[in-house]
């Protein structure tokens, strides 16, 4: 997310980064184990959000939340280049 943004690409998100709305939640492309693992509080709330069986897809990340330690592919749906 913030590679995005500092690319110039607007990244959808909605409660200051915290992990309680999932807005910015991304598909991972290629790459996953190069992200954190899943920790309670990002689990919680994908779930509270979007259901258990969103979190059995461990491609499913909250951008806000996923440390990542190299480079990744996500899909986003919404990103969109700042105008
Ligand atoms: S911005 Fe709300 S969960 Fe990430």
Redesign the pocket.
Known sequence: ?EAANAAGYYWP?????????????MDVIAGIGRLSRMGRYERA?LIRQRGRSSVEDPRLR????AHIEGDIVVAKRGVEAHS
């Open positions: 997310m998100e909605g409660c200051s980064r915290n992990g309680e709305c999932t807005n910015c939640a709330n909250l951008a806000c939340q």
